[in-house]
């Protein structure tokens, strides 16, 4: 007894019950569906697009969690259609009112707005739309899901099913030896119904699903063209899966299928979890007579474990979550170039060619994303964000990283807000170089990175390095504390410095060092160290001359005394 039978009798049963059965099904099903296919099809009809534009969408659930590998498949999505001149449109898919959470659409919305994500159409607020396709929350769509299942009905593609939970579960017990489970086939209970038993079922008031009678058979393929992962061949559906659920609203397959279409998508980006449900979706397009649009199936983004490589994880990694690039304080720019390199390994060949060009002028190329999945690195991040903030001019960092503190850091705000002009000039030492430092990687470096010139966050590390010991550094202090002049040029500062050499033991002079170090202390080097640790309590910092005019003449001098006291009780 094999599937053959089941369908035999199938095709037998769709001629007995006529047409006009399914006529009057279609009817008893869904009185109050007065609108047809046909009206909705005139309705939303084709776009008016130039040749080769390209329409998509970025269709999220409101979970009110904007997962990285999301943003990065929607940037995906906005960048093919943008690239043609086409539409980006933001679709919400709310008809899971379980996983519904309040506010959650304006969260995700203004995670893609923060990343430069402008949606052309859909759901741009929390209630808010724009564009003459929707609307685009499903919630509200209904009513055009339903003309389509009646319409299904009526075609004897579709039918109602009264299982219950708990005959479904012996449904699946039966199947344990199944190489497929679920419903279809004999299995299929509600299957051949006739005309007589559901009506007797709907007036008992007997809840029904609505399912799909799936033409699918097993032992047939699937084939299709996904444009990152090349040809792709599944078994057909052969599952009569649930179309509309007991309470009229529809499954996931069923909206998005009617919606892509009706939104006239002409791509579908979205992540490769979802390969699997091409078959169903392939099927459905066909049987509703819509031309299926474009599969473009992105890779999940990996992160390094052990030897092997794992999904990016909402349990396992905080940078999974959209929020921790804002939270951290990494400025858009730097996300989106980082995005890139993961989008297209071309991108950073270009971005060394292209220095200061504009990140949208970059060919983005579908054929060259990673069919795999690209690796995430933060490390990588980092870097490229350094590079990306080192030439900003100081006014956008100030700005930027003040935006950040009134909502991340609120020392840092106080801080800045204290003295707008100081904590600009601080961010501008150094800025505008030929090859400029790469200090910050987000805005959350900031309070540390700036914390020796504020007496209120300093607190000094008198290490040394090099050859200064705490000798010299007291002979150094001395005589410094003493000289320095807040009004010297640079010239006559670094002069200054390398007077005090020769009185310390040390040369001003690197070469003559290194050609016969057992002759003195050390060279200049050492003494600025010296000055360097002892004004900010580091033995790294951007320009020392910078940073002592900014610090003025009285912070100086008690610096210097500061650190010239502790050398003093060190030796
Ligand atoms: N609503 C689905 C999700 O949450 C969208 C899947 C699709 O893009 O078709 O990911």
Redesign the pocket.
């Known amino acids: 007894r094999g599937l053959g039978d089941v369908y035999k009798r199938q095709i037998l049963y769709n001629t007995v019950m006529k047409m006009t059965d399914s006529k009057n099904l279609a009817e008893l099903l869904f009185p109050l569906i007065t609108k047809t296919p046909s009206e909705y099809e005139a309705l939303y009809p084709p776009r008016q697009l130039k040749e080769g534009a390209r329409v998509t969408?970025f269709?999220?659930?409101p979970t009110g969690f904007l997962h990285f590998g999301?943003l990065f498949t929607c940037l995906i999505s906005y960048k093919i259609a943008k690239s043609t001149d086409g539409i980006f449109y933001v679709r919400v898919?709310d008809t899971d009112q379980k996983r519904k959470v309040d506010g959650a659409v304006e969260v995700m919305l203004r995670g893609l707005s923060y990343y430069g994500i402008k949606p052309d159409e859909g759901v741009i607020a929390e209630n808010e739309e724009k564009g003459i396709y929707g609307p685009y929350k499903q919630s509200e769509r209904k009513d055009i899901y339903q003309a389509y299942a009646k319409q299904l009905v009526e075609e004897g593609l579709a039918y109602p099913c009264f299982c219950s939970e708990e005959e479904l579960e012996r449904i699946r017990e039966s199947q344990e030896h199944e190489d497929i489970k679920g419903y279809y086939g004999e299995y299929a209970a509600c299957r051949n119904l006739s005309f007589e038993e559901i009506s007797k079922k709907i007036a008992a008031g007997e809840k029904w699903t609505l399912r799909l009678k799936s033409p699918g058979s097993i032992d047939k393929k699937c084939v299709f063209e996904d444009m990152i992962k090349g040809k792709i061949e599944m078994p057909e559906n052969v599952q009569d899966i649930v179309l509309l659920k007991s309470d009229g609203i529809p499954t996931?397959h069923f909206a998005?299928v009617v919606d892509d279409h009706l939104m006239r998508t002409t791509h579908?980006v979205?992540?490769d979890e979802?390969i699997s449900s091409c078959p169903i979706h392939l099927q459905l397009n066909k049987l509703l007579g819509f031309k299926t649009p474009k599969f473009v199936h992105v890779a999940p983004i990996m992160k390094a474990e052990g030897e092997g490589k794992r999904k990016l994880s909402k349990r396992k990694d905080p940078e999974a979550a959209v929020t921790y690039y804002s939270e951290q304080g990494y400025p858009s720019e730097s996300v989106n170039e980082y995005m890139m390199t993961l989008a297209n390994s071309n991108f950073e060949d270009w971005r060394r060619a292209n220095k200061a060009e504009d990140i949208n002028k970059f060919p983005f190329n579908i054929k060259k994303m990673s069919v795999s999945g690209a690796l995430f690195d933060i490390a990588k991040l980092d870097d490229i964000s350094k590079t990306v903030i080192s030439v900003m001019d100081c006014k956008k960092v100030f700005e930027l990283s003040h935006e950040w503190a009134k909502e991340y850091c609120e020392p840092l705000a106080r801080l800045y807000e204290a003295d707008f002009e100081y904590a600009t000039a601080i961010l501008n030492i150094d800025r505008g170089n030929k090859k400029p430092r790469k200090d910050i990687a987000k805005w959350s470096d900031i309070p540390d990175y700036i914390s020796y010139m504020y007496d209120e966050t300093l607190s000094p590390d008198y290490t040394l390095c090099g050859n200064a010991t705490a000798d010299l550094a007291a002979k150094v202090l001395k005589i410094y504390k003493n000289s320095f002049d807040i009004n010297d040029d640079k010239d006559n500062w670094f002069e200054r410095i390398k007077a005090i050499c020769p009185e310390v033991g040390c040369t001003p002079n690197v070469k003559e060092y290194k050609q016969s170090p057992e002759a003195f202390a050390g060279h200049v080097g050492d003494v600025s160290t010296v000055i360097r640790v002892a004004l900010t309590g580091r033995t790294n910092t951007p320009d020392l001359y910078s940073i002592t005019k900014l610090l003025g003449k009285q912070r100086v001098a008690e610096r210097l005394n500061k650190a010239l006291k502790h050398y003093e009780e060190e030796i």
Request: charged share 25%; net charge positive; aromatic share 16%.
């Open positions: 969408r269709a999220p659930s999301n898919e996931y998005s579908i979205r992540g979802w």
